[in-house]
């Protein structure tokens, strides 16, 4: 599959949701922990050697899965391959609930799923459509049977 | 310089997956990194498949694997001047530097027209726009609901005691407990092992309810309606999840493959 890599690299210098220096190890047997400058914006997860500005790699998060391993760990995998896990190790509990809890709304079907949840509610709530406002109501992605798929 | 990783294996899964496109059709594409060279402007005709803030091209509407991503981040969509007398051409440009835009045309005017909407709103930055707009829309509505309903129901006694939004504890009973860090995935175990049968639908139970309990309080004040709210949602997800589970358990293939096909 063909990708425009400078489109990603531009992706990743913008401004982040989170970053941290984190350790970090691939889903290949033997891998070894590396600490990464780990960088989520908007749904991609960007990681760098600590001392370089383009990344070395980018996870799309979609359909991604996010367990805690430990305390202070956890793991990123995919639907596909549950088994292969990409891990993190952060300083302190504390900051392992603050990534997984970002990761896990990262995406953006988790957005879609909101966003159809709010326009439900506030449509049995106000008989109202918010969404006509933005002109985007009858957008197929946005329908609450959407949820279903 | 090495060239940067992906995970493009889960990428192409993704885009494979029977999760909603937000927009599909053929389109003619030129050029940009990732179509190949096409001879003399007539363009590649590509099925284009939008989800989210990706756009994925494959050889047909069959194809099994995606020939090309664009990350629609960053970037401004237009109507072009196609090369020879091509209409209903449009442009994706991206303001970061040595990224030569998309340029792609489609059949007919009403085609172009949606194209160029579904792609001009397809960032993520836009998607949250909206979703945070809604959200606090909703909470509006709930307190206006919630002065209304405590001026007129004073003396009735309400069945479930309102709380300050603080007081909203993660550990909510509503039929179904819920997992530690208050996803509506309550049958979601935390690093361990998982049966083989819960395919996809724990996978997509990042619901909108995290959203209302993961910061600790709650943009709703925790009232009958909203707790009768939030049984349906569960009981919806909860529900599809059960049946994925089943249909694994009785069929033969393996983990989640049956999920991915429509």
Not at chain 1, 18 to 43: C, F, I, Q, T
Not at chain 1, 83 to 100: D, G, I, L, V
Not at chain 2, 75 to 93: D, H, Y
Request: charged share 25%; aromatic share 8%; glycine share 8%.
């Amino acid at each position: 599959m063909r990708y425009n890599e400078k489109e990603l690299q531009a992706l990743s210098r913008q401004p982040a949701e989170k970053a941290a220096e984190l350790g970090m190890r691939g889903p290949k047997k033997g891998s070894v922990v590396k600490r990464r400058l780990v960088k989520l914006v908007v749904n991609f997860l960007f990681y760098f050697r600590t001392d370089e500005a383009e990344p070395v790699g980018a996870l799309l998060l979609e359909h991604c899965r996010v367990t805690q391993e430990e305390p202070s760990g956890f793991s990123i995998s995919f639907l596909e391959d549950p088994e292969r896990k990409y891990h993190f190790e952060c300083c302190s509990a504390e900051q392992c609930q603050e990534w997984m809890a970002a990761l896990r709304r990262a995406s953006y079907e988790f957005m879609r799923r909101s966003l159809i949840f709010y326009r439900n509610e506030i449509q049995k709530m106000t008989g109202k459509d918010p969404l006509e406002q933005f002109g985007i109501s009858e957008e197929a992605r946005f329908q609450l049977s959407g949820l279903k798929a | 310089m090495r060239a940067m990783k992906l995970n493009e294996r889960s990428v192409a899964h993704y885009a494979l997956s029977d999760s909603p496109a937000d927009h599909a059709g053929f389109l003619r594409t030129w050029g940009g990194a990732g179509t190949p060279p096409t001879p003399s402007g007539t363009g590649r005709r590509c099925w284009f498949v939008l989800k989210g803030n990706l756009l994925f091209s494959f050889e047909s509407r069959e194809g099994r694997a995606p020939l090309s991503l664009v990350v629609l981040e960053g970037c401004t969509v237009e109507l072009a001047e196609a090369p020879m007398p091509e209409e209903f051409a449009f442009a994706i440009r991206f303001d970061a530097p040595g990224v030569r835009p998309h340029l792609l045309a489609a059949d007919g005017p009403a085609a172009q027209e949606a194209w160029v909407k579904a792609l001009s709103r397809a960032s993520f930055g836009y998607m949250r726009l909206v979703v945070r707009e809604l959200e606090s829309q909703l909470r509006d509505a709930r307190h206006s609901l919630d002065l209304h309903r405590h001026s007129s129901w004073k003396a009735i006694p309400s069945r479930c005691k309102p709380q300050a939004p603080d007081h909203w504890s993660p550990g909510l009973e509503n039929g179904h407990s819920l997992s530690r860090d208050c996803s509506p995935m309550a049958l979601v175990e935390e690093g361990g092992s998982r049966p083989a049968g819960r395919g996809l639908a724990e996978w997509e139970l990042q619901g909108p309810a995290s959203l209302l309990l993961g910061r600790g309080q709650s943009p709703v004040s925790p009232e009958t309606s909203c707790f009768s709210t939030l049984h349906d949602w569960y009981g919806q997800e909860i529900m599809e999840l059960r049946r994925l589970w089943l249909q694994s358990a009785q069929g033969s293939q393996p983990e989640c493959e049956e999920q991915d096909r429509p």
